[in-house]
Each structure stands twice: as C-alpha cells, then as structure tokens.
C-alpha cells in the first residue's frame, strides 16, 4: 500500500489500460483476469430457504448469458413507468437496424406524473450507434460511440408547452420563432445537416449508447427473454451530458421475446411520436417492509462492482439487517467481499416527488465483513491499525466486525452512519411485492443529508418471504441503542457502498497491477 497518491495511480492505470487497448488485436477478445478461486467457506447466512434457492439462481451461468458483442438489432421497450434522477417520468422504445449501418430511432415519452399516466412531451432521436470494444471498466459490457442525426420534440398538452417554453430559445422554434410554443407541433431540436442544437435547453442526452450488454434469460417453463441493458443516467443533472456510463438503468426488453406477461411491453411498442403509451394507475402498494428481500439479477453498479444485495426488516422494531455480496464478474459468481450491515429506521412521509414513494431515514450502526479475494485481503490486512477491524486479523473467508473500528477506511465505510432513502413498493404483474430502494449518488457520495436523497430507484428487490422474520442476531448487550448517530461523520455510502479508495484497488486488482497497491 506504500504507492502513489491516487491521481498518480490513475495515471499509471489508464497507461496500463491504454497499452492494453493497443495491443489488443481483436477487439471482441473480452479482458481475462487471473481471478483467484473463492474460498470455500461457508458464511453463516442465515435466512430462509427460499431466499437461499433464488439467489442461487442468480448465478446459475445456464439460465443467464450474455452475447458480446451484442447483437442490437430490433426493437426494445420499456416494461415500466422508468424512473430517472430529478425525477422525470418516461417510456422507452428504441429500434436498431441491423449492421452495418445501424442507424437507430429512440423513441422517450416524458410525463408529469409518477404512474406515466399523463403524456408531457416525446422526443424521437435519430442516429447512429457504432460499437467499439469490450469494456475494461464495466466486465461485461460493450463500449460505443454514437452520433445523432435528428432530434424531433412533439408537446403533448398546454401545461408542458408553458413549461419548456421557458426554456427553448426562441431561435429553436423554427421557421416561425415569433408563434409561441404549442402542443402537438413538431419542433426540430437537432439536425446535423441544417447545423441546428437545441439540444443543451433540453438536457437532451443518448450518453446511455454508449455502454451495452444484451443477456437471454432462460426460463424452465417459458420462451427466453432478451434484455437490452443501456448505460446508467448521471444522478447530478449538469453531468449527465458529458457522462460516461460505468453502469446501467433497468433494462429494455425485445419485442419478440419479452418478459411475461408485460401490458407495458405492449402499450409502449404501439406508440408513436404522436400517440404516446398512457400506463394504466399505479401498481403502488403502502409500504409493508416487513420479510426477506432479494435481488432479481446479478447487479451492477457504476464503477466496477457487481453485487446481490439480501434485506430483512422488522417493522415491529424498525430494525433492518442488509446482506450485500460482492463479485468481479457480471454473473456474481467470482465472490470478493461480503458486507452484514444492521441497524433502524423511521419512516417519515410520502413523498412528494414520487407519488406512492415513501421518505425514511436509515441509521447503520454496525457492520461485518468477510473478504474472499486475496488483494483486497492484503489491503484490510495491512491497513492501519484501527483503521479496519484487526489490522493483521484478516483471513479468507472468516468475517469481521468492523463496528468497533467505526468501519472501514479502505472500503469507505463510516460507522454509524445515517441515509436519506427514498423507498417505493410495487405489484410485479404475479402478485409479487418489490421493492424500490433510492439510487445511489453516481459520484460515489452518500446521501447522508435530506437534500441529497434519492429521486430515481435503483433495480427493485423481490420478496422472498414475507414471515416475520427472527430476531437480531446481535446479542442483547449489543451496542446499538447506545451508539449516538452523527451524520456528518461519513461521507461514504453502505447501501451503495463504495469508495474512491476501494475503486483503486479494485483498477488495480482488475489490470494485474498488483505491485501499484
Ligand atoms: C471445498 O469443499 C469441498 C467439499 O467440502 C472440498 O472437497 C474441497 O477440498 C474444498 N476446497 C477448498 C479450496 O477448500
Ligand atoms: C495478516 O497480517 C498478519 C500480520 O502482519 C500476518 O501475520 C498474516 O499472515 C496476514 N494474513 C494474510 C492472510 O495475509
């Protein structure tokens, strides 16, 4: 750990990842890693069986696959009313032509309410997408570059047509820029050839084409689905024009082999730029916490990591236990560090951002941590004493309480801790519950202030069992009552938990430069 300071490091990262870029003589060949094998240690995970067996399925390499690179042809759409940072309401359908052209039409319905019931505008965004290479930073992921040849904005209603009027310009309104906007006209926003961009009044962005990953999902009673997985929108809105997506947003499905049933599927495939989906009311249910909650898929998330998250609340005690098992590799299945964090929390109120979302307010007040990956393990190992649980304590796969040390510097995690979270329950179309817990910050922050809570989700969690679950497995001399909560004491996130610091590590542990840590 006795390298450079981080930017130094940097440096010598994109050095290394350049060369290996240049060096690489087929562009398909996706980066090997040596990834040393897990160890073979069983944690004392606890919960039901149930919750067990569905996360063994997440990594199930025969249920889920991956094409690279992916083959993009066809038309994709939204299954949900989709939910970005700000918040802003919207429907997708995007349609690719086959390669080599591949010349693209992206349909994006915006709307003024939470159920994408009430149309506000639609864009129809046309271009080119040419794919480059498999991603060094994202595994599983393809990199490319798109242009955009026309962008068309049709207004759906009076309201929404005052409202951007404010921010068009009025040398954006084309041949009549005296008119005053109004619905239902077409308006050109972009158009290369007559050297129009209006876009910057808009926020208007395709960066999200940038990184893509398509995975076929077999299911043993049903027909594959095929998913679009597009790059992730920046949370902080002044970026999301220049950002680069490390991560994604909720996939698309293929129109010819989507998930069933899908009534949205269907609603948004029949759109057009003029008639846009109206989604029926809201599947929102009141928020009931109480059971086991799961991932659905091997997530990603910006920068790098890959992760299943488990959650038990008790809503009799408003305690709340977070299981959050980390990989190297798109199909969760190459283990590196699991997290146990546990503590309360209070419910606020409704929101009043997202209608059927609820404010609460998470305290972490302790955490465990079991590494199963030998370079981060050398990093806990040798951190400072203090500074990481026992500092030459750590062993593979043996966890450890890292409360006592008020967390972990290297894994950027500060106990206790408290979170602004924005949470939202919904219906799948099974009668399933899920559960919507905020996105995280896209810098790496944590929204340990009310201004910073989430106003997106991230890919909601599926109750497992809804039983009321055991008790804590803390003892009862546990220190939680007892610990005072400070929110000004961490700067880092445990529900999204990553650090600047655990990012080098990880650039370094993904391009075998080991000796730079
Ligand atoms: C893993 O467990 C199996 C079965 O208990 C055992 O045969 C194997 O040697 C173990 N591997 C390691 C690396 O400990
Ligand atoms: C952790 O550090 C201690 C003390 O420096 C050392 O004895 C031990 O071998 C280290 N463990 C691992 C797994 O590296």
């Not at 084309?174 to 007559?194: C, F, M, Q, T």
């Amino acid at each position: 750990m006795s390298g450079g300071s981080p930017i130094h490091l940097l440096e010598l990262l994109w050095v290394v990842c350049c060369a290996g870029c240049v060096r690489g003589n087929n562009l398909w060949e996706v980066p090997s890693r040596h990834i040393p094998s897990p160890a073979n240690i069983t944690s004392k995970l606890l919960w039901e069986p149930q919750c067990q067996t569905h996360l063994r399925h997440l990594q199930d390499g025969s249920r889920t696959t991956a094409t690279i690179p992916p083959q993009l042809d066809g038309h994709w759409v939204s299954s949900r009313c989709e939910v970005r940072p700000g918040p802003e309401f919207l429907t997708r359908s995007y349609t690719f032509d086959p390669s080599p052209a591949r010349q693209f039409k992206a349909l994006q319905h915006y709307y003024s309410d939470s159920d994408c019931h009430v149309p506000a505008y639609s864009l129809l965004i046309q271009g080119r997408v040419r794919l480059r290479q498999a991603s060094w930073i994202t595994p599983g992921a393809t990199e490319a570059e798109h242009s955009l040849h026309k962008v068309t904005l049709i207004i759906h209603n009076q309201r929404t047509a005052h409202r951007l009027a404010v921010h068009l310009p009025s040398s954006c309104l084309g041949p009549d820029p005296g008119a005053p906007v109004a619905p239902h006209r077409l308006y050109e926003l972009y158009n290369i050839k007559a050297g129009r961009d209006c876009l910057g009044s808009l926020h208007v962005s395709m960066m999200e084409l940038e990184l893509l990953r398509i995975e076929t999902r077999n299911h043993p009673h049903n027909r594959p689905t095929k998913e679009l997985f597009l790059g992730d929108v920046h949370t902080d809105w002044s970026q999301r024009v220049h950002y680069r997506p490390t991560g994604y947003q909720e996939p698309l499905q293929n129109i010819m082999h989507h998930i069933h049933p899908c009534p949205v599927c269907a609603l948004v495939y029949r759109s057009s730029l003029h008639h846009p989906p109206v989604l029926p009311p809201s599947s929102a249910v009141p928020l009931n916490l109480n059971g086991h909650w799961v991932s659905q898929r091997c997530e990603a998330r910006p920068a790098v990591l890959f992760l299943t998250r488990l959650f038990i609340f008790r809503e009799e005690h408003r305690s709340w236990e977070g299981t959050y098992a980390h990989y190297s590799d798109p199909m969760c299945q190459q283990r590196t560090f699991t997290l146990r964090a546990q503590g309360h929390y209070a419910q606020v109120e409704s929101s009043a951002k997202v209608k059927g979302a609820a404010e609460l307010v998470f305290k972490v007040t302790q955490a465990k941590v079991t590494v199963f990956e030998r370079t981060l393990l050398r990093a806990l190992n040798s951190s400072e004493d203090g500074g990481c649980g026992r500092a030459g304590g750590w062993q593979l796969g043996v966890e450890q309480d890292i409360t006592w040390t008020a967390g972990c510097r290297v894994l950027g995690i500060s106990l206790p801790h408290k979170e602004y979270e924005l949470f939202k329950m919904e219906k799948n179309h099974k009668g399933r519950a899920l559960l919507f817990i905020g996105e995280r910050p896209t810098d790496g922050g944590s929204p340990d202030r009310p201004m910073r809570r989430p106003t997106s989700f991230q890919t909601p969690m599926i109750q497992c069992s809804a039983r009321a679950p055991v008790p804590p497995r803390y003892s009862a001399h546990s220190t939680i009552q007892r610990l005072e909560i400070n929110s000004a004491c961490s700067q880092h996130s445990v529900f999204g938990i990553l650090s600047l610091s655990l990012l080098n590590l990880w650039l370094c542990y993904i391009h075998h430069v080991y000796i730079l840590c």
